[in-house]
Every structure is written in structure tokens, then in C-alpha cells.
């Protein structure tokens, strides 16, 4: 495991042991859309799930039909562009979280 996997592993592991939560949202430094779409792919082909949590509110519906562009918000598109959600909860077991991280690592690096 090398040493940026291996914090990874740490801090997940410290938030599901003091923690209740359902989603360890992470951003991806330096990743378009359409990359990141591709890490979610090769991850969900493993079995994990993965998704993009947080949308900013002009890429729905709702507020596209009220006007609103996301090309006007490019601080929320680019927090958007970059992040995916991974399960997290307090049953994951080390194997489980180890398992996450390395398909996660080994998608993010086929990609970039």
C-alpha cells in the first residue's frame, strides 16, 4: 500500500470509528467531469458504490427552468466536477475499507 493510500485508509478508518455518517465525499485535485464520470465508472465495475452527492442547484431542473446557469457559479461547478461519494458506516470492516481504497486509487490513477 503506498503512502498516499495508506492515508487515505487512516483517515476513512478514523471517521467510521468516531463517526455516524453514509457518504466520505472526495475530491479529485485536477480532474474534469468527464474524467471523473470514468473513476466512477471503473469503481461501480468493482462493486462499490459510488456517486456524485452534492449537485449544485443550477445543474437541476428546477432552477435550470428558472433561468439559472451553472456557468454562473463556476466555484460550485468546480467543486462539483471533481467529487464522488463512497460508502462509509460504522460496519465496514478494515478488509472492506482497504478493499474501497485500492479500487478507488487504482481507478484515479488509470485515469490521470
Same mark, same amino acid.
Given at each position: 500500500?503506498?503512502?498516499?493510500?495508506? =492515508?487515505l +485508509? =487512516?483517515r476513512?478508518?478514523?471517521?467510521t470509528?468516531?463517526?455516524?455518517?453514509h457518504? @466520505? $465525499?472526495?475530491?479529485?485535485?485536477?480532474?474534469? *467531469? $468527464?474524467?471523473?464520470?470514468? #473513476?466512477?465508472?471503473?469503481i461501480?465495475?468493482?462493486?462499490? %458504490?459510488v456517486?456524485?452527492? +452534492?449537485? !449544485? =442547484?443550477?445543474l437541476?431542473?428546477v +432552477?435550470? &427552468?428558472?433561468? @439559472? &446557469?451553472i456557468?454562473?457559479?463556476?466555484v %460550485?461547478y468546480?467543486?462539483?466536477?471533481? *467529487?464522488?461519494?463512497? !460508502?462509509? @458506516?460504522?460496519? =465496514?470492516?478494515?478488509?472492506e475499507?482497504?478493499?474501497? #481504497?485500492? #479500487?478507488?486509487?487504482?481507478?484515479?490513477?488509470?485515469?490521470?
Amino acid at each position: 500500500m503506498n503512502l498516499k493510500i495508506g =492515508l487515505l +485508509f =487512516l483517515r476513512i478508518s478514523q471517521v467510521t470509528s468516531n463517526l455516524h455518517c453514509h457518504i @466520505y $465525499a472526495l475530491r479529485i485535485k485536477d480532474i474534469s *467531469e $468527464a474524467q471523473r464520470d470514468e #473513476v466512477i465508472n471503473l469503481i461501480s465495475e468493482k462493486n462499490i %458504490a459510488v456517486n456524485v452527492h +452534492f449537485q !449544485p =442547484l443550477p445543474l437541476l431542473s428546477v +432552477f435550470k &427552468n428558472m433561468g @439559472y &446557469n451553472i456557468e454562473d457559479f463556476p466555484v %460550485a461547478y468546480n467543486q462539483y466536477k471533481n *467529487e464522488i461519494s463512497l !460508502p462509509i @458506516y460504522p460496519q =465496514l470492516k478494515a478488509k472492506e475499507i482497504e478493499y474501497i #481504497v485500492q #479500487v478507488v486509487s487504482n481507478s484515479i490513477e488509470k485515469i490521470l
